[in-house]
């Protein structure tokens, strides 16, 4: 199978270093195996995507050297396939509706009786306050946040007989295998879809990434501690499990890692200042696209 690969950024600011090294060490890779790169647009929250990053995403690529096979792929256009996978979900019992702000849930995580809140991949995990005692009936909510009660998706999934297990080559510590006590205690009742925006990151990049047929993820190691989530929707949709490489982050001279804040570091500033693709290259330690070998997948 010829190795597939993308580069799913979101329109809500500018490209920076950080964003170059992903974007590169995965064009690199999949072009030294004669693969195929995708580009691909995280825009599900319109409140603060915008056409004009979208455009200056592309612009930035570009000047950068890296090319992407067939049209850019945008969340926003994949709303009905989002919902259709929701439904499949709640049909079978596993999703139900959620009412709570982010101020309740941090409220009721925090509550003297709870001791310190915990924080699994998506923030505080979630106390658990929607949670019903039997699954919801009746037609899938429209527009409201929507869970994965996680014990059930634990039991539909047979993780006591089948722990998730994935391939890892990047930088992230290889994971055990992981079962239901994980998902419930060290990750808990994620959403799936939030109001608003139709579908939440979890569900929408492994639609995506299956849909795309993506054989290779690869992104920043802050990701990593998300992939055990993607692997069991992948488990409870049918949907193939891709190799996963969580790369390195890149930093500055305090340590902390770049954000779209960081317009000192934006690839767009860095060209107006007259410097090279070559330049940004070095900054972020990759080499030039010729000596790459067929098997890298740098650091």
């Not at 989002?82 to 702000?101: E, N």
């Not at 920043?220 to 891709?242: K, N």
Request: proline share 9%.
């Amino acid at each position: 199978m010829s190795l597939r690969t993308r580069f799913a950024p979101s329109p809500t600011g500018p490209l920076h270093l950080g964003h170059a090294y992903s974007a590169l060490l995965a064009h690199d890779t999949a072009r030294a195996a004669g693969g195929t790169f995708l580009l691909r647009l995280d825009d599900l929250d319109r409140s603060r995507a915008r056409a004009e990053w979208a455009a200056q995403i592309e612009s930035d690529l570009a000047w950068l050297g890296i090319t992407w096979d067939g049209p850019v792929m945008r969340q926003s256009d994949r709303l009905p396939r989002y919902r259709a996978a929701l439904a499949v979900l709640w049909d079978r019992g596993l999703l139900y509706p959620c009412h709570c702000t982010r101020r309740d849930i941090e409220a009721a995580a925090s509550a003297p009786q709870e001791g310190a809140p915990l924080h699994g991949p998506d923030g505080v995990i979630y106390p658990g306050t929607c949670r019903p005692h039997t699954p919801p009936v009746g037609p899938m909510p429209e527009d409201c946040a929507l869970r994965l009660d996680m014990a059930r998706a634990a039991a539909a999934a047979g993780l006591d007989r089948a722990p998730v297990t994935y391939t890892e080559t990047g930088v992230a510590a290889p994971p055990g295998p992981l079962g239901p006590e994980h998902f419930t205690q060290a990750v808990g009742d994620i959403a799936l879809a939030r109001r608003g925006l139709g579908a939440a990151y979890h569900l929408a990049v492994v639609l995506d990434d299956a849909d795309q047929a993506i054989t290779h993820v690869i992104r920043g190691a802050d990701l990593a501690p998300a992939t055990a989530i993607h692997v069991l929707l992948q488990r409870l949709l049918g949907l193939p499990t891709p190799v996963y490489h969580h790369h390195r982050l890149i930093r500055d001279a305090a340590g902390r890692r770049l954000a779209k804040r960081d317009d000192a570091r934006a690839i767009a500033g860095y060209r107006a200042e007259g410097r090279t693709p070559a330049d940004l290259r070095a900054m972020v330690g990759l080499p030039l696209p010729h000596h790459l070998g067929p098997n890298t997948l740098g650091g």
